[in-house]
């Protein structure tokens, strides 16, 4: 699959409309036309949103303004990312995807911001409750060039239409802005489970599901901590290497993600990324590897495996990386598995 059909299977899988996609059908080729025709949609739906506001209707408004959120969001994943001038503009346009999703929050309450303190390093992120009472708590984790205001929001409906209560968390994109440069993301764990306690959702069962990079951060959480009783894990790496930091694309989010250090910092965090150097994990834990893996191939995938000692189970699915043209056919079963395990929990 060509990154122009990859792009769009992900914008329309985050849930902007399909007409709004129609309207770039002559841009699809060039960074600069996607950039500014995206950019146009942003900017035609939060004017929607605004004027659905003033006419008290809280809902249309809410709804405008996430798809709003999306158009930006995607505005920055053109076909040819090396054409857009610099990170500089990549974060301006994330700051507007997330500036637009929380005037959704102001209008229909659809989520809690949530902030964890570690020292003097906060990290945020949103909790989402279903109908009724939860049935368990996923924390959700991005990859480097998603967002918790976009592709994890989508994914956090499948997991609250099962009744489970989500927490997406804000790493590693922004990380350096939230935490210090590093992966332990297991750090983070005795705030996260206080900040639960203190808003009725401790003890419940707690499993996590992480794309992409965000699997790697994902298995830290997992490595020997027996308080999460289930870890999915789509598409993650169990290292990085030369062909990882040489790669256009990822070598420049993986900078952005952490705060654009200089070159040896880089390289420091890219070879601390080591599956082999983590303890393997305790809970039930179900990895998706795609066929088709141009980014983490199945030289990754034997390494979780090996890791698991036997409670990693490996899904293999004919897709690119993530599988997002093929959704459809596996992220429902996805969902469910993690309701199996929180029913047994």
């Not at 069962?205 to 992409?212: I, T």
Request: charged residues 20%; contains cysteine; aromatic residues 10%.
């Amino acid at each position: 699959m060509d990154r122009q059909d990859f792009v769009l299977h992900r914008v329309a899988f985050a849930g902007l409309p399909y007409a709004a996609l129609r309207a770039l059908d002559g841009e699809r080729g060039s960074a600069i036309g996607w950039r500014q025709g995206m950019l146009g949609q942003a900017r035609l739906l939060r004017a929607c949103a605004r004027r659905a506001a003033s006419e008290g209707a809280a809902a249309s408004a809410a709804q405008y303004f996430r798809w709003a959120g999306v158009a930006y969001h995607s505005a920055t994943l053109g076909p040819d990312l090396s054409a857009l001038d610099g990170l500089v503009r990549v974060s301006r346009l994330r700051h507007l995807a997330v500036a637009a999703y929380r005037r959704a929050l102001q209008q229909d309450g659809g989520a809690k911001l949530v902030t964890l303190a570690l020292g003097a390093h906060r990290l945020h992120g949103y909790c989402r409750l279903p109908e009724g009472e939860p049935r368990g708590v996923v924390l959700l984790l991005n990859g480097l060039d998603s967002l918790c205001e976009v592709e994890l929001h989508a994914f956090a409906s499948g997991l609250l239409a099962r009744g489970m209560a989500t927490l997406s968390l804000d790493l590693p994109a922004r990380f350096s802005a939230s935490g210090p440069r590093d992966m332990q993301a297991e750090r983070w764990l005795p705030a996260l489970h206080e900040w639960l306690a203190g808003h009725g959702l401790g003890g419940q069962p707690l499993g996590v599901f992480a794309v992409s990079f965000g699997g790697y951060l994902g298995a830290r959480l997992l490595a020997g901590n027996a308080g999460l009783c289930a870890g999915l894990l789509i598409s993650p790496p169990a290292w990085i290497e030369d062909k990882h930091r040489q790669h256009p694309y990822f070598s420049r989010m993986f900078s952005w993600s952490f705060g654009q250090p200089g070159e040896a910092e880089l390289d420091a965090l890219a070879a601390s990324v080591r599956l082999d150097a983590l303890a393997p994990p305790q809970a039930a834990c179900r990895v998706y590897a795609m066929t088709e893996d141009a980014m983490f191939d199945a030289r990754h995938t034997e390494a979780y495996a090996a890791w698991g000692q036997g409670r990693v189970e490996v899904k293999t699915v004919a897709a690119e990386h993530v599988g997002t043209s093929s959704f459809y056919r596996w992220l429902p079963g996805a969902f469910d598995w993690f309701a199996e395990r929180f029913a047994h929990a």
